[in-house]
């Protein structure tokens, strides 16, 4: 990565020798589209790789991510272009907010074209079938890359209606870690910084599994104590899961774990509660996914992680009922009810660790 940073956005009156950071984004959906406008906000030179160019040249024109975000007006300085190979080249900083099932590919598009660019994912999900996440993705294919994930509480309407918010930087890189900090943080925008790459991604993606849940209590009116129980049995899931797979469970009282499970969870801006809403009002799977017509990566979380919770005999039981009422019909009221009757278990297993088999 060059060795090029940018504190504020220069004005005519400040002179400053630094060059703004060049900036990447690949994606054109709510993220992509959100965290570019931030990118832009804060000065740096900014482009969107949007792969339809009829769409790219609509947005230049108009400034409107009209499919996705049409109520908000972008960056006047943020540029789109469908050529990857401009997109890319060139750039200190790549980030990729392209789906789980599609970042490979455009990942093994852009590599002819890395030399010393960063790549941070901004994706929350898992890859089908490989279960890999999307920083084991960037090693398998940019093996030589300095890489990060981004992750945190960060829903794309309110980064776009510059509400303030809070993320994470995940990097084994400090210059990483520093150069993200340097193109993102704001006075609206806190980049906080943790070393747990796997724990922040994992957070990023468990918690989607969760939204669509509590979108589902949300349709059967569920209280606020039945809420809390599910959010907080939610962290003693997703912890116990990606402590099995190497995090350190401390992770998940940071905004990638706790924090995103609250905003996405309580949110019906998050599409995956939507979905879950969707579902407890009666729609089909297939219907609710129609309806949205964005990416609501918990689908296919669900299926990923409780195949990979029963490989590894980990104890997921929200999940597992998730999938029964999901993928097998069964009737959402007795799995919870089921959910009820699971024993007497440790409220925070870290402190006491469970000794009875889970039931
Ligand atoms: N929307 C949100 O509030 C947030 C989303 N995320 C994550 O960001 C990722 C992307 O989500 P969204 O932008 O919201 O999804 P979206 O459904 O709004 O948009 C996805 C975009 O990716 C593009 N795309 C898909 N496959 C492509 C390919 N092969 N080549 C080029 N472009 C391709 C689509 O054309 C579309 O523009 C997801 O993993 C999501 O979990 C993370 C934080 C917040
Ligand atoms: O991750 C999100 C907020 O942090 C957004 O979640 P959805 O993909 O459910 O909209």
Redesign the pocket.
């Known amino acids: 990565m060059t060795d090029i940073a940018i504190e504020k956005k220069p004005s005519p009156e400040t002179p400053s020798l630094k060059v703004p950071m060049r900036v990447t984004v690949?994606?054109?959906?709510?993220?992509?589209t959100?965290m570019a406008n931030v990118a832009s906000r804060n000065g740096c030179d900014t482009r969107m790789f949007?792969?339809d160019p009829a769409i790219a040249k609509e947005m230049q024109e108009t400034r409107r991510n009209q499919r996705?975000l049409p109520d908000f007006v972008m960056d006047e300085n943020l540029s789109f272009t469908s050529d990857i190979e401009y997109a890319v080249r060139d750039r200190d900083l790549i980030l990729v907010?392209?789906?789980?099932s599609?970042f490979r590919?455009?990942l093994r598009q852009i590599a002819p074209f890395i030399s010393g660019q960063a790549i941070v994912s901004?994706?929350?999900?898992i890859e089908p079938d490989s279960f890999a996440l999307m920083s084991d993705i960037i090693r398998e294919e940019l093996p030589q890359v300095a890489y990060g994930v981004l992750s945190g509480p960060?829903?794309?309407k309110e980064l776009m209606a510059g509400i303030p918010a809070g993320t994470v930087i995940a990097s084994p890189s400090e210059a990483v870690r520093f150069a993200v900090h340097q193109a993102l943080a704001s006075a609206l925008f806190r980049v906080f910084a943790n070393t747990d790459v796997q724990g922040v991604e994992l957070g990023?993606a468990l918690k989607?599994i969760y939204a669509v849940a509590m979108g589902m209590g949300a349709a059967y009116h569920v209280g606020e104590n039945t809420r809390s129980m599910l959010l907080t049995r939610a962290l003693a899931e997703m912890s116990r899961f990606a402590v099995r797979l190497g995090a350190n469970p401390l992770t998940f009282l940071g905004l990638s774990g706790v924090g995103d499970l609250i905003a996405t969870c309580s949110s019906p801006l998050s599409?995956n509660y939507q979905i879950g809403l969707a579902l407890g009002q009666g729609k089909t799977l297939a219907e609710a996914v129609e309806a949205l017509g964005?990416?609501a990566?918990g689908i296919n979380t669900i299926r990923q992680v409780r195949a990979q919770a029963e490989i590894l005999d980990v104890y997921m039981p929200i999940t597992c009922a998730l999938y029964e009422v999901i993928y097998e019909g069964k009737p959402p009221l007795g799995i919870a009810l089921a959910l009820m009757q699971n024993g007497h278990r440790s409220d925070v297993e870290f402190v006491l660790p469970n000794t009875t088999p889970a039931s």
Request: aromatic residues 6%; charged residues 15%.
């Open positions: 690949l994606g054109g959906g709510s993220f992509g959100a949007i792969r996705y907010a392209i789906p789980s599609s590919e455009v901004l994706t929350k999900g960060n829903l794309a990023g989607n599409r964005q990416t990566e």
